[in-house]
């Protein structure tokens, strides 16, 4: 977490210019005891930021999850997008960093530790703990992972508060709505309806988007003037059509925009919602958890302790945000809303995915249909659930969660595919891997047979294949890219038949398609690593591939003449196989 601490060991503000505070001016939590003066981070130098992104770490976000309940399926989703999207900057050799972490602060938590007879703190530190361990046990390489009731986030809330304060964009006033606590967000009268509750025939409000029940609110509190940003955020928007990913949602954000912006309620009275950050200098107010949350994606980048010249170190503007797609509006109209209000640069795009549907229904525990990703990783294994959820999800579209769809992913693509093309080729003993890449390698004929040639020709372009869909923000096509190589070569090595080559005498053939074989191996393994980490580094020792020798640089037809000697045991029969037998398949 080298580039995830705060930049300042003093935690002494940037003195890159001032700021004048009204009221009391803005001192951080954890300070307020040694009374210590602070100078405010002045946006003016913010432009410099375009002329250091070049040379800025690659930073991608998954969103913090929400700690009233345990993880599902969907929050193990996100943080494997944003961990293959890491993985793979890393592969190309670039520094990269992902942040994941908890939403801690509103009234679902607060309301969750109450029927729980808990302090919320206390609820938020045992769950938390939760989402920690997912992280781990999915071998998700995050560098951070914040909680909203950290120090430091709480410095960096305060600050931001004051900031918008200071610039003119916070106002206070009285507010009345329709307020959906599970949404924590107020919605306009043309985005509700009145429906009927399926178990108690009740008749209640609820938002149109989420269905989720809605509640009448009159209170005076803050707001933020977000009628102000519509035509720059119009004008961003048609500046970078390709900043939110899939591009049909993209439409939603910007009719949102044209037809219900209204000034944003960024607080609400500390009598209704205590658990919270208060507003600086108005204790009688807590800030919204919104506004207090999306501030995570800058304060895991050293904000607001950014030092002069080096505000790009932390990796902000992130790359990129993955989000679910029930979040988007949050992400995609008050995020760069309240960026543009203090002149800070907006992330470069935002992902927004499908969800999982079990039975063509989405997940919920009124229905007992969701799925605990601990279970699931137990049962089918870290790597299956990665390969399965990366190949099987779903950018522009939801995703249907199956068991026997899992096991059909396991045989076809990694047992019957990866693993029994290894096999083919590394146990055999009438060849020698290692020396038909010597041979090969060293020869590097201009002609061969047409079969041979053509699969040749075929890895060629493989590489920049799943590149480009990885610059798309496409990780599941880009996976399939990966696994077409699987596919082909089988078919490849059946039709070359390198056993009746090996009938003939015929070495030279036999090396052939042993050594494309093996390449196709070697190159698939390569990149397949940010997909399937630890059963692609056992691939890559199966085949004898130096561990310095792995790297997308390295993923070229003849790039690597010195593997061909396994790294460990190849073992023997179907149980020591990279991707063995299932033993219960339902």
Request: proline share 6%; net charge neutral.
């Amino acid at each position: 977490m080298k580039r995830f601490t705060v930049v300042a060991s003093s935690r002494r503000l940037s003195t890159l210019g001032t700021v004048p505070i009204r009221r009391n001016g803005w001192v951080c939590q954890s300070c307020r005891a040694h009374r210590e003066t602070r100078m405010a981070f002045s946006s003016s130098n913010s432009s410099k930021f375009s002329k250091q992104e070049n040379d800025k770490p690659y930073y991608v976000t998954t969103p913090i999850f929400y700690v009233n309940a345990s993880p599902h399926v969907g929050h193990l989703y996100s943080m494997l997008v944003a961990d293959v999207l890491k993985r793979w900057e890393g592969l190309k050799g670039r520094e990269a960093y992902l942040s994941t972490g908890t939403d801690e602060h509103g009234m679902k938590i607060q309301r969750a530790a109450e029927l729980q007879d808990l302090h919320p703190k206390a609820l938020c530190d045992a769950n938390a703990e939760t989402f920690k361990d997912l992280a781990k046990k999915a071998n998700i390489a995050n560098d951070r992972f914040i909680r909203t009731t950290d120090p430091e986030h709480r410095d960096a809330v305060e600050y931001f508060w004051t900031r918008l304060r200071d610039s003119g964009y916070i106002y206070e006033n009285k507010h009345e709505g329709w307020y959906c606590v599970s949404d924590e967000t107020f919605y306009p009268d043309n985005m509700v309806e009145k429906r009927v509750s399926p178990t108690t025939g009740k008749g209640f409000i609820a938002s149109v988007e989420t269905g989720n029940a809605v509640e009448w609110t009159e209170e005076r509190n803050y707001h933020f003037r977000l009628t102000a940003f519509r035509d720059r955020l119009l004008e961003f928007y048609r500046d970078n059509p390709a900043w939110i990913v899939p591009e049909n949602r993209f439409s939603e954000v910007i009719s949102w925009v044209e037809n219900n912006l209204e000034d944003l309620s960024i607080s609400r009275p500390a009598s209704r919602l205590s658990w919270g950050i208060p507003v600086p200098d108005d204790p009688n107010q807590t800030i919204y958890v919104w506004l207090d949350a999306l501030v995570n994606y800058i304060t895991t980048a050293g904000y607001p302790y950014w030092q002069p010249g080096s505000e790009h170190k932390g990796g902000w503007p992130a790359d990129v945000h993955v989000v679910g797609k029930d979040i988007i509006r949050f992400h995609c109209i008050y995020w760069p809303a309240f960026l543009m209000a203090l002149n800070l640069p907006l992330p470069k795009q935002v992902l927004s995915h499908g969800h999982w549907l079990m039975s063509k229904q989405k997940m919920s525990k009124s229905i007992g249909n969701v799925v605990n990703p601990f279970f699931a990783l137990d049962r089918w294994g870290v790597d299956t659930m990665r390969y399965f959820l990366i190949y099987s999800g779903h950018v522009s579209e939801d995703a249907e969660y199956n068991n026997t769809f899992i096991v059909e992913r396991y045989k076809k693509g990694l047992q019957g595919g990866l693993g029994n093309l290894l096999n083919r080729v590394t146990r055999p003993k009438i060849w020698n891997v290692k020396q038909a890449v010597e041979n090969m390698t060293k020869a590097q004929a201009s002609s061969m047979p047409p079969l041979v040639e053509n699969h040749r020709a075929f890895l060629e372009p493989v590489v920049k294949k799943a590149d480009d869909q990885m610059k798309a923000l496409n990780p599941s096509w880009a996976l399939k890219e990966i696994m077409e190589i699987v596919f082909e070569t089988n078919r490849f090595f059946q039709e070359a038949s390198p056993w009746e080559k090996n009938k003939a005498t015929d070495t030279v053939s036999v090396e052939q398609v042993v050594f494309l074989a093996a390449e196709s191996l070697r190159i698939a393994g390569i990149l397949l690593q940010p997909f399937i980490p630890e059963k692609a580094s056992e691939l890559l020792d199966r085949l004898g591939v130096s561990p310095n020798r792995r790297t997308l640089e390295d993923a070229v037809l003849y790039k690597d003449e010195s593997y061909g000697t396994p790294l460990i045991e190849l073992g023997a029969g179907a149980q020591s196989s990279l991707f063995p037998l299932i033993p219960v398949e339902d």
